[in-house]
């Protein structure tokens, strides 16, 4: 959390990098798009209605692969199969943060994304939700 992205170039999550300012400026430097390794860094905090909930974090794709980092704690591994799942990069999935959300202040999301092939990058929207807690059994 204590990282300092401050000269990192801002990105969006709707489109993959090679649409977007540092693709493109990757692409004019050498000559092709950019496949390899990138992260993504925001900041969130919880709205009062979410902080007794359960805390969804659903992306609505990454290609390829990728790893969700909370607060610097490690959440999710998202691995690419190309032979048993060649269409995961285009695949919702959500991942509970809850164990690692901060609830009364500033949360840090980071997220590794690996792309060998293509188009690369959280590139459909990721969107966080509060659930209601399942009741203990």
């Known amino acids: 959390p204590g990282f300092d992205d ?25 000559g092709k798009d950019y496949d ?12 009062p209605d979410e902080v007794r909930k359960d805390i969804l ?8 692969a990728c790893v969700v980092y909370v607060n610097g704690e490690k959440v999710h591994t998202r691995i690419f199969d190309k032979v048993n799942n060649p269409g995961g990069w285009d695949q919702p999935f959500t991942v509970d943060i809850s164990r ?3 609830r ?9 994304v690996e792309d060998q092939t293509f188009a690369g990058g959280v590139w459909k929207p990721v969107s966080l939700t509060g659930q209601e807690r399942a009741a203990a059994r």
């Open 6 to 30: 401050a000269s990192w170039e801002d990105i969006r999550v709707n489109a993959c990098w090679e649409e977007q300012a540092p693709g493109k400026k990757w692409k004019e430097t050498h």
């Open 36 to 47: 390899g390794i990138a992260w993504y860094r925001t900041r969130f905090s919880l709205r």
């Open 57 to 64: 974090l659903t992306f609505g794709a990454v290609d390829e």
């Open 100 to 102: 690692a959300v901060n």
């Open 104 to 112: 009364e202040g500033e949360n840090t999301l980071a997220v590794r």
